[in-house]
């Protein structure tokens, strides 16, 4: 049997997810899949009760605590409610993360924040139309020129691309670079 070891703070933590999927979630999920966007004030439900991207710095609005068994507890909750499609991981574990792993102090600072607390609601752009989200096989380029960078390419299937205030867009830097080779 699979042994599961949580402390009491995570396990307060799962019973009070539970109860905001009970009540924020679940009860809308029907009128949301409709509709085909989630309401955004979901967003900041979940972040001003501390379940939208734990892991970042505290200096950042985040927990500060890099236990996954956190985001854990949210993905299988989230999974137990059927209620995956609001892509509150998606969001958080997902794509938050390329701020601290690729991003610049100042688009930390700017960003997380906000993102943390649910008033900045994050997507991701990496399928196309000819290459899947194969991401070895996009065609979809970025050049620096001066003090910005140039995308060309097409994208589809923008994951919460709908209620998106950043999008992070998966993009070739090296074109020469094949990794099918």
């Known amino acids: ?12 933590f ?6 905001f999927l009970a009540v ?12 085909g966007i989630v309401d955004r004030a979901a967003f900041r439900k979940a972040g001003d009760q501390g379940f939208l991207m734990v892991w970042p710095e505290e ?24 209620a995956g499609d609001w892509y509150s991981t998606l969001h958080s574990r997902l794509v938050g993360p390329y701020f601290t792993r690729f991003g610049s102090e100042e688009q930390c ?4 924040p906000r993102c943390v607390s ?14 899947g989200s194969d991401l070895a096989g996009m065609r979809a380029t970025a050049v620096e020129q001066g003090e910005h960078w140039v995308l060309n390419g097409s994208k589809t299937y923008i994951s919460n691309g709908i209620n998106a ?3 992070i867009v998966a993009a070739k830097t090296d074109p020469e670079n094949n990794p099918h080779h």
């Open 14 to 19: 799962r019973d009070a997810y539970r109860k």
């Open 165 to 167: 205030d950043v999008v």
């Open 109 to 112: 600072q700017r960003f997380l």
């Open 118 to 131: 649910g008033e900045c609601i994050l997507a991701i752009a990496m399928t196309e139309p000819d290459a």
């Open 24 to 35: 924020e979630i679940v009860p809308h999920m029907e009128a949301w899949r409709e509709a």
């Open 1 to 12: 049997m699979l042994q599961r070891d949580f402390t009491d703070e995570q396990n307060m």
């Open 59 to 82: 200096k950042y609005g985040g927990m500060g605590d890099p236990d996954f068994r956190f985001e854990q507890i949210i993905i299988e909750e989230t999974a137990y409610a059927r």
